[in-house]
T-cell receptor
Framework: KNEVEQSPQNLTAQEGEFITINCSYSVGISALHWLQQHPGGGIVSLFMLSSGKKKHGRLIATINIQEKHSSLHITASHPRDSAVYICAVRPGNQFYFGTGTSLTVIP | KAGVTQTPRYLIKTRGQQVTLSCSPISGHRSVSWYQQTPGQGLQFLFEYFSETQRNKGNFPGRFSGRQFSNSRSEMNVSTLELGDSALYLC???????????????FGPGTRLTVL
């Protein structure tokens, strides 16, 4: 049983396309995190959100706590957005991670 | 401010050996968490330290242990290494304890451990 499910697992897009990555979770949480991992391993925290929507540059994250669902959107995608995107939740003392969405943006 | 640093970046060990990995958090951060990432299992939470005390622990065997020093630097140790311990080990720091997940974490570059 996976507490966090992400879709799609893999995504290929043309430069400039609008991209959506989805995350569903089955546990009660106070916040959800979106992480970005580039080849080579380094992880960057993109968003931490507990309600509504947050925007940073071309990235937008939304969450619906009642429906236990979050989406990460990338507008005007660029090859440098190619990375693995991971959502994570922490109910209580455990961290649960999605398996990640591998995004490739083709010029 | 300098980011989270981890040493060493790469490590090769043989089965049965033990290994110690080090993590220096961002200055002023008091919480350090450790994660294991493998192709098969993805990211998994190992443990979290705050004020030199282990506060939370994931589902890993006792061969995995850690500690935190008074300057918030942390080490994790894996004893009696197994082939399956080959992984990227990441640490992350945050200002406060991450209970409830409502504190932003800053990740280090990771230590890639290969067990032969």
């Amino acid at each position: 049983k996976n507490e966090v499910e992400q879709s799609p697992q893999n995504l290929t897009a043309q430069e400039g396309e609008f991209i959506t990555i989805n995350c569903s979770y089955s546990v009660g949480i106070s916040a959800l995190h979106w992480l970005q991992q580039h080849p080579g391993g380094g992880i960057v925290s993109l968003f931490m959100l507990s309600s509504g929507k947050k925007k940073h540059g071309r990235l937008i994250a939304t969450i619906n706590i009642q429906e236990k669902h979050s989406s990460l959107h990338i507008t005007a995608s660029h090859p440098r957005d190619s990375a693995v995107y991971i959502c994570a939740v922490r109910p209580g003392n455990q961290f649960y991670f999605g398996t990640g969405t591998s995004l490739t943006v083709i010029p | 401010k300098a980011g989270v640093t981890q040493t060493p970046r790469y490590l090769i060990k043989t089965r049965g050996q033990q290994v110690t990995l080090s993590c220096s958090p961002i200055s002023g951060h008091r919480s350090v968490s450790w994660y294991q990432q493998t192709p098969g299992q993805g990211l998994q939470f190992l443990f979290e330290y705050f004020s030199e005390t282990q506060r939370n622990k994931g589902n890993f065997p006792g061969r995995f242990s850690g500690r935190q020093f008074s300057n918030s630097r942390s080490e994790m140790n894996v004893s009696t290494l197994e082939l399956g311990d080959s992984a990227l080990y990441l640490c992350a720091s945050s200002l406060h304890l991450t209970s409830g997940g409502a504190n932003e974490q800053f990740f280090g570059p990771g230590t890639r451990l290969t067990v032969l």
